[in-house]
Structure formats: C-alpha cells, structure tokens
T-cell receptor, first 115, second 112 residues
C-alpha cells in the first residue's frame, strides 16, 4: 500500500531533550516536506527536500533540523525542544516534476507536547 | 509568505449544501486545492483547479474560482455527516513548486 508513515504518533517530552520524528514513504517520491499545524494558523512548512541530500528551509524552520540521506526517509530533528514547538506535525511527499496536480500525500501526523 | 484566508467554522444541516470560501493574495497562483482532514488523520486531496479555469465539478463537489477577486469556493451538495471535517484551501505558484500555502482551515459540522 502506498503510504507515508510517521513515528511516533504521540510524544510528550521535556524542554531541551533532543528528539527525532521519523518519516518514511514507499512511493519513490523525490519531494518530501514537514509541516506543523496549529489552531487558527493552518499548516506552515518547516523544511522541504527536493531530492536526496537537498534540503531547504520553509516558512518556520527555527529550532528544527532535517536530513535526507535516503530517498524514502526524511526525519525531523528537534535538538533542544521548547514548549512553543508543541504542535501537530505532518510529513508529506510528492512526485517531483510532475506536470499537473502536484498532489502531496500526507502522513497521519505526530502530536508533540513539550513541557 | 502568501496569505490564504478562510472562515474557521461552518455548520449545516444534513442534506443541505455547504459552501466553504477562501481568499488568497498571490495573483501568480497557478493551482488551487481543497484538502480534507478528518479527525485524527492527515490531509487528503479532494480536488484542485488550475488558474485558467472558472469552475470544476466532481460528483457532489463544485469548485468556483473568481481570479479577479482571488476568491475560491467549494460547494458540497447534499452534505452528509461523513463530510464533517476540516477543509483546507491551498495554493501553489507553479507546477512542481516547492511549497503549498495553506489557509487556516474551515471546520465543517454537519447536523443530523
């Protein structure tokens, strides 16, 4: 089944404790992206990757890191989480260079709480 | 970044039509999308419209685009309880663009 998976789905952590949220897609998509969703703000892009070893900042990259060592994986790293990073996080992937709809496929989300 | 605005809430009775509205500021938008988010789930693409189109119909869904006013709407005919969800409008500037810009989302509640 074609899908985007994220782990963990739920995480409660404390300020300053490094964490990684994994994202994996099995559709051979070149483009991957991380969003955070906050009430009243919609989805805001954190980082994106056009291909292996190519990553760029989105709209709200502060406090986050990413890596793209393999095509299928795009982990989101919070080196020193803070309470303002409490949010719902979505990973998404999309075929690159596809003329037309540019549909993104979303993972199920990771709810992170930083205390 | 670009602004994409939606009202936050909409309630309709089962069987009525729902109309969810969206306005955007970027006149170079090429594709406009409607995504649906059901409780506890990620976003799923419902439909999209290219900027040179005025209308697109797909079963119970009708998308209207007024490019002059930068206004997009999604009409759901014969709304069902299963349509209760958050609906996001999104826009991108070009094919294969690096980002989609999302609206705040409209929570649709269907009253039985």
């Amino acid at each position: 089944e074609a899908q985007v998976t994220q782990n963990p789905r739920y995480l409660i952590t404390v300020t300053g404790k490094k964490l990684t949220v994994t994202c994996s897609q099995n559709m051979n998509h070149e483009y991957m992206s991380w969003y955070r969703q906050d009430p009243g703000l919609g989805l805001r892009q954190i980082y994106y990757s056009m291909n292996v070893e190519v990553t760029d900042k989105g709209d709200v990259p502060e406090g986050y890191k990413v890596s793209r060592k393999e095509k299928r994986n795009f982990p989101l790293i919070l080196e020193s989480p803070s309470p303002n990073q409490t949010s719902l996080y979505f990973c998404a992937s999309s075929p690159q260079g596809l003329a037309g709809t540019y549909e993104q496929y979303f993972g199920p989300g990771t709810r992170l709480t930083v205390t | 970044g670009e602004d994409v605005e939606q009202s936050l809430f909409l309630s309709v009775r089962e069987g009525d039509s729902s109309v969810i509205n969206c306005t955007y500021t970027d006149s170079s938008s090429t594709y406009l999308y409607w995504y649906k988010q059901e409780p506890g789930a990620g976003l799923q693409l419902l439909t999209y419209i290219f900027s040179n189109m005025d209308m697109k119909q797909d079963q119970r869904l009708t998308v209207l685009l007024n490019k002059k006013d930068k206004h997009l709407s999604l009409r759901i005919a014969d709304t069902q309880t299963g349509d209760s969800a958050i609906y996001f409008c999104a826009e991108s500037q070009q094919t294969g663009a690096n980002n989609l810009f999302f609206g705040t989302g409209t929570r649709l509640t269907v009253i039985p």
